[in-house]
């Protein structure tokens, strides 16, 4: 069974959560509001301010949810080489970290290898799928919910395979840590790799 859904309903899901909120990102890019003035600072090749903890209702939930033993997972599929709006990502998941969530790398390749599918997706609790929608321009289009146990079992064995195969976040910076740096400038109006 599938069934859209509205904003409301979309982030009431994360509150509800019971035990996991896991997730798979395959985008090279995501254009949403809410990231604009940080991404284009630093896609400009300068560092952002970072968000105070906790600072937002998303880090807010996270935490809470985590401390009380909830787990949140992710997994980005990874771009080679990476892209400067890949490095955003990786620099803005350090808050996603002290939120608790665990954040983790595989680079597209590999997921190809691991017939990974290509597209977004939450898994709620074991017990619902939740399909994300883009546009061609990377803007999100709505969501689909899906109770099907089958296809929530089948995404689940996706994300336990990726999860096995990532590096963590902390992992993965401290690797190269010029993986959170922004684009080199190299004059004006110009940056090294594509969004």
């Known amino acids: 069974m599938t ?38 600072a630093f896609l400009a090749g300068e560092r952002p ?9 998303w880090d807010l939930n996270v935490h809470a ?14 771009d080679e080489p990476l892209t400067p709006y890949n490095r955003y990502m990786i ?41 994300m929608r883009f546009t061609a321009n990377d803007r999100p289009l709505g969501h689909d919910l899906i109770s099907d146990p089958a296809l929530i079992a089948r995404h689940e064995a996706w994300l336990d395979l990726a999860l096995a195969q990532a590096t963590p976040w902390k992992d993965y910076v401290a690797e190269d840590p010029t993986r959170t740096e922004p684009p080199i400038r190299l004059q004006p109006g110009v940056t090294t790799g594509g969004m």
């Open 3 to 40: 069934s859209p859904l509205t904003s409301d309903q979309f982030n009431q899901l994360f509150k509800d959560v019971r035990h996991s909120a896991r997730r798979l990102e395959n985008r090279g890019r995501y254009n949403v509001d809410y990231e604009r003035e940080g991404r284009e």
């Open 65 to 78: 949810q985590t401390a009380s033993g909830a787990r949140f997972e992710r997994v980005r599929i990874m």
């Open 91 to 131: 620099w803005t998941n350090a808050q996603n970290e002290r939120n608790g969530e665990d954040i983790r790398y595989l680079c597209r390749s590999r997921a190809n290898e691991l017939e990974l599918p290509d597209h977004d997706f939450w898994v709620f609790d074991s017990t619902h799928l939740l399909l």
């Open 49 to 57: 301010q970072e968000r105070p903890a906790r600072s937002s209702p």
